[in-house]
């Protein structure tokens, strides 16, 4: 079989830096030519690499100094060399190497082949100790599969001190060590020892007969916020979020996505910008774990103004998925759809996709006896649903209130019903039951959740309905919107 090689894309960063002034090691690194860094490289690897081995670059950088124009560069250059080469090396500096890859994974449409990002912390060009060259032979080994006899990776990947990680779930974790990478919600993709081992069962797979295509328009307007304790003491959030060119704002809130709530003026910016068509998703600072919208008050807040949970996904992946959904977005139609997608994983970013249908407004209220019986009309899901997949299903409520006659300081008890009709008979424990809930009153309008998985809430067929039952017939249950929420992996 022909063996078409390795196309290596020298960007810059550490790995193709030295001293600015050669006598003094000390001097500020700067990056060289692609000539000088070939030339140079040529000479180390000197017969080692038996195969065609091509050298461009689309200009020198700190990575720093690169964004979404050079994002788009690089994927050109490989779409245009695409069908040439088994696979790319993209070297790069590791400041910015995993928004880089983060950007890719979502541009190439239908991958098939190897990409693999790799850098430095120490060069190989002056330094004899360093981590630069190791790096660099096997991400050009992992680049060209058929050679080495190593399993093919279809994806945008990063390669560091000895580990595969997938680029859209990396984070550079480390100034100065060697391990500058990690990838805290996702297993590595493969490891060095004797040989490189690829763990077969944590790579994408390969896209059968799909062409491969490259998708390259960004939006620019995504703000990412990080919030800290006393944020909302001053003004620059409130005024931030009036900024018109702002098309998505990624909030890095605290613990399991909860940013402070007692300041209103905050709240009504978020509900501003939102009904403008801004899209709100929300990270955890935590670098692992995910984001668990509604666990508290304030975060169900967040979702009742519309916030959207970004479940696992780092920062630089959050960031990237957003320029691009919204790059291709047009008008309010193209922003409902990405609000509808971004929370869906595309190329293994996520851990999960989050799913919401609309139950709509219609209800009907029954009194009967000493209880209340809420009906919630089915609607079409158009998902299909197959229970191996579906890890949670909720029936959550938006600008919902609960209110009990005189006695706001005790919950109220529920009973949730799947399928049951208005006049059926409620069977408690039967197959119907969804289980029973106990809610504290919520006296100002919030967002509302019934955790409905244990009990069956999976069996959700396309047109499930529900029925709320209240056991006093005086506690009050109002809302604006009802919807199913599911959770699932592909
Ligand atoms: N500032 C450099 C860069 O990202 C750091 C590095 O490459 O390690 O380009």
């Known amino acids: 079989m022909e063996n078409k090689g390795v196309l290596v894309i020298y960007t810059g ?64 250059i490989i779409s245009a060399n695409y069908d040439e080469f088994g696979g790319f090396v993209i070297l790069h500096g590791t400041d910015t190497m995993a928004y880089t890859a983060s950007a890719l994974s979502f541009m190439f449409q239908n991958l098939g082949k190897p990409v693999v990002l790799t850098g430095a912390q120490v060069p190989f060009l002056h330094n004899l100790r360093n981590d630069g060259f190791q790096n660099m032979v096997a991400a050009i080994q992992i680049a060209n599969p058929t050679w080495y006899d190593i399993d093919l990776v279809p994806e945008v990947c990063i390669w ?30 493969g490891e060095n020892g004797e040989d490189i081992k690829i763990h077969r069962r944590n790579i994408l797979k390969v896209p059968s007969r799909k062409k491969f295509r490259l998708q390259s328009k960004m939006e620019k307007g995504v703000v990412m916020l990080h919030f800290f304790p006393g944020i909302q ?21 605290f613990g399991s996505g909860n940013i402070p709530t007692q300041n209103i ?23 692992i774990g995910r984001v668990e919208l ?71 209220v029954i009194i009967e006896g000493e209880i209340k019986r809420i009906y919630i009309k089915g609607s079409p899901i158009n998902l299909p649903l197959n229970e191996d997949q579906i890890n949670k299903v909720m029936l959550a409520f938006r600008k919902a209130t609960l209110s009990k006659k005189d006695k706001n300081d005790s919950p109220v008890i529920f009973d949730i019903y799947i399928d049951v009709f208005p006049g059926d008979a409620l069977e408690k424990g039967g197959n119907n039951h969804l289980g029973s809930f106990k809610k504290m009153p919520v006296l100002s309008p919030n967002y509302v959740f019934f955790d409905i998985t244990k009990n069956g809430g999976w069996t959700i067929d396309e047109f499930a309905s529900f029925t709320l039952v209240i056991k006093s017939t005086t506690d009050l249950f109002d809302y604006v919107s009802a919807e199913l929420v599911l959770y699932y992996t592909e």
């Open 13 to 76: 960063g550490t790995i193709g830096s030295v001293p600015k002034d050669p006598e003094d090691p000390e001097s500020p690194q700067i990056v060289i030519s692609l000539q000088e860094f070939e030339e140079r490289t040529r000479k180390l690897l000197e017969d080692h690499i038996p195969f065609g081995l091509k050298f461009v670059s689309p200009g020198e950088y700190d990575s720093c100094n690169m964004g979404v124009d050079n994002w788009k560069t690089l994927g050109e």
């Open 160 to 189: 560091f001190n000895n580990s595969l990680y997938r680029g859209n779930r990396t984070t550079k974790i480390n100034a100065s060590g060697f391990k500058a990478f990690s990838s805290p919600n996702y297993p590595i993709l």
């Open 233 to 253: 003491d001053s003004k620059i959030l409130e005024e931030t979020l009036k900024n018109r060119e702002i098309k998505a704002v990624i909030f890095l809130a």
């Open 265 to 287: 003026e905050l709240l009504r910016q978020i509900r501003a910008a939102n009904s403008r068509g801004v899209i709100f998703l929300i990270l955890t600072q935590c670098p």
């Open 294 to 364: 509604g666990l508290y008050e304030t975060s169900a807040q967040l979702l009742d103004l519309g916030a959207i949970s970004g479940v696992d996904l780092t920062p630089e992946a959050a960031v990237t998925k957003l320029m691009f959904l919204l790059g291709e977005a047009e008008g309010i139609p193209g922003v409902l759809r990405v609000k509808n997608e971004i929370n869906k994983n595309k190329v293994g970013e996520q851990s999960f996709s989050i799913f919401s249908t609309n139950l709509g407004i219609e209800r009907e």
